[in-house]
């Protein structure tokens, strides 16, 4: 850890900020008159953000609000900090899916494999995403202008999440390793955010060191201990269980001298819990 922080330096925040975050209460069933809400039920408690996590926005992709918001962005943004509270946000500015105009409109930004079709970079609520290929010159400038974006509205906590597609293999506009294109474009990224928090989630760790302030650690938190099917009979170490999240978690407490490590989520449920 010393030796990287040589080469990377370290995060500015000795201690990480304690955040409330909709998924797991929400998930993507979000909308402004939900959100408000639990915003007010939140009191007094000891909360320094409140983060809006997947669901606001029209697709990944297209980073605008639905019309489940119809105040926008940065009026909610400023309903966050009347209670003394710093608003975050929740971004995967690394994929895009289909629906979106990016897809659509700029199929040249798509990341290709060496049959030229798009490379998938997983599974999520929206279906298959698609990652970006963040070698490419307007690539970069779309993540400048949209970091830029959210932090105009008002929003200095950024939760990025699945980095990992900016580091998927495939052909790239220019011709350079994928770590290298990765943590090019995560610059971008950081010197748009200013001085705001950034949370940088499915991370590639060693590429990602000096660019954010925490990362996370472990697979998503689930009210379950070992998931026998996708960790053992697959043998998929990530997935998320409780033992994975517990074995990872340890096993990157190296880290903390230099940046802020988040093993996701602390949630209370008195139901649906297979831990007891």
């Known amino acids: 850890a010393a030796l990287l ?32 809400n639990a915003l007010h039920a939140l009191g007094d408690l000891p909360f320094d953000v409140f983060q809006l996590d997947d669901g606001w926005q029209i697709t990944h992709g297209d980073w605008e609000p639905t019309k489940k918001f119809p105040s926008g962005m940065a009026e909610l943004a400023n309903q966050i900090k009347a209670t003394g509270r710093t608003a975050g946000l929740w971004l995967a500015p690394f994929m895009v899916t289909k629906l979106s105009s990016i897809f659509r409109d700029h199929p040249d930004w798509l990341l290709r494999d060496e049959h030229g079709k798009p490379v998938p970079v997983g599974l999520t609520w929206e279906g298959v995403p698609y990652a970006l290929d963040v070698s490419h010159p307007e690539v970069l400038e779309w993540l400048d202008k949209l970091i830029r974006k959210v932090r105009s509205w008002g929003y200095d906590y950024l939760k990025l999440d699945f980095l990992y597609a900016g580091a998927a293999p495939g052909k790239r506009y220019k011709d350079i390793p ?36 925490g990362i996370r650690v472990g697979p998503d938190v ?19 269980c409780t033992q994975n999240s517990i074995r990872t978690s340890f096993h990157r407490l190296w880290l903390t001298p230099i940046v802020n490590i988040d093993p996701d989520v602390m949630f209370l449920r008195s139901k649906h819990n297979a831990l007891k």
């Open 5 to 36: 922080e040589t080469k990377f330096g370290k995060t500015r925040f000795d201690k990480a900020p304690r955040v409330w975050c909709s998924w797991y209460s929400l998930y993507k069933w979000i909308n402004e008159h939900v959100i408000t």
């Open 178 to 213: 994928r770590e290298v294109a990765y943590r090019n474009a995560v610059q971008v990224m950081r010197k748009a955010a200013g001085d705001a928090y950034i949370l940088a989630c499915g991370a590639p760790i060693i590429p990602t060191l000096g660019l954010c302030d």
């Open 222 to 240: 689930s009210p379950y201990w070992l998931n026998n099917p996708l960790t053992v009979w697959l043998n998929n170490p990530n997935d998320p």
